[in-house]
């Protein structure tokens, strides 16, 4: 009953986004937060904190806790930090390094690197500490940063992150963007927050080897992966909005610690990453190139327009000239993805194709989490940036976290069963299809 006049006055208040007014944002991003944490009971009695339901996968929570964060941080509104910070205490395994147990046995380097993420977030914008006993965020990044690096795998391609963790999983021979990305866009931003040499090593050694297999293309582009059997020969050649967002961010937050040539030489690969990234809109509208028109996203893909949209209002936030690069992109989309928050029975239910202008018949976590993160990154011009050792940060660290190696507790001893696929990582079509012929 109660639920039922709340939705009705959810619906009637609509969402009507006057993207002038940040009062308007906040309230219709409260709108879409709201919708997404429906999804949620992890928190209630009987759940497990910081899982999503089937048919979420365990990366895509953590990638929704990112979302809250930057919720906050836009906002100001604490509705859900308590949430998020229970669920990301619960889920980071022994090692601090966001590989459970329960999940080990199919956690590839890209859904570690999602949590990884999030919690760098959380270090940046000063999201409450959790309390003093408990790992901090600034130090579950670096667990992950570390736990990654120690798999920089030289064995082909003459280096790079494989896709899976562990041997027995699909994928194992694979290497691709996301998981590459995630580690250099950490990278970049644990240096940025530490000042230590070392990471920006790391991120410059990574950006090199993406570019040198091909992954990054002379011309920006950032395809999905390459099979390591091969040496990396082949490309799959798919595009995602996310592959985009996370070196763009990456890139910008090198640009901002950088100066003279080497400066000139992040900002020349920013400014090509986001003249490629002109494939994901149409008429200005962010979609999914290489689903959405087709519409065979997979749950996944369904969520990667929020990467997008999130890292490219925080790239505009440390390199000030991608502003107006980016802006006229993320108003337009941002009006079209609210004008998808139309409908469901609550009537504020976020669809898939914003290019369609109403909603369109579909929802799901990652249509919510799209939609937020584009609608609430308007606020960024009024935001601060992101804080580091030097300027304010309050996020305690420890640069030996997450150096056990795959071989600590947690990890899995056994091979996955076909039960535990279906629980398996980032899938992107192609590595069922196979690679040949797998063009884009
Ligand atoms: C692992 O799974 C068990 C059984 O479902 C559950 O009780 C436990 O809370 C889970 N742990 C994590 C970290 O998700
Ligand atoms: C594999 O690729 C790396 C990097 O591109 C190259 O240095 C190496 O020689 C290649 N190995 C073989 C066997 O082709
Ligand atoms: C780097 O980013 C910080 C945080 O947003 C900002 O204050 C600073 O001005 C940026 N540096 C440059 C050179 O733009
Ligand atoms: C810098 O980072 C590296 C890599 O994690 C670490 O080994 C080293 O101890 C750090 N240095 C300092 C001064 O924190």
Redesign the pocket.
Known sequence: MVAGVLLAARSASAIVLNRQDPNSIKQVASVIAHGMMSYYSGNTTGGTPGLLPGPYYWWEAGAMWGSLIDYWYYTGDATYNDVVTQAMLFQTGTDNSFMPSNQTKSEGNDDQGFWGMAAMSAAEVKFPNPPDNQPQWLELAQAVFNSQALRWDTSSCGGGLKWQIFAFNNGYNYKNSISNGAFFNLAARLG?YTKNQTYFDWANQMYDWVESVGLMSPTYQVFDGTDDNLNCSQLNHLQWTYNAGVFLLGAS?M???TTGAEQANWEKRIRGIIAASVVFFENGIMYEVACEPQGNCDTDQLSFKAYLSRWMAASS????FVIPLVSGWLQTSAAAAAASCSGGTDGVTCGTKWTVNAWDNTWGVGQQMSALEVVQGLLINGS?????NL?GGISRGNPAAGTGGDGAPGAPTTAITTGDKAGAGILTAVVLVGLIGGAW
């Open positions: 940025y937050v640009w901002n610690q936030k440390v390199a000030p601060a940036g992101p804080v580091s300027t």
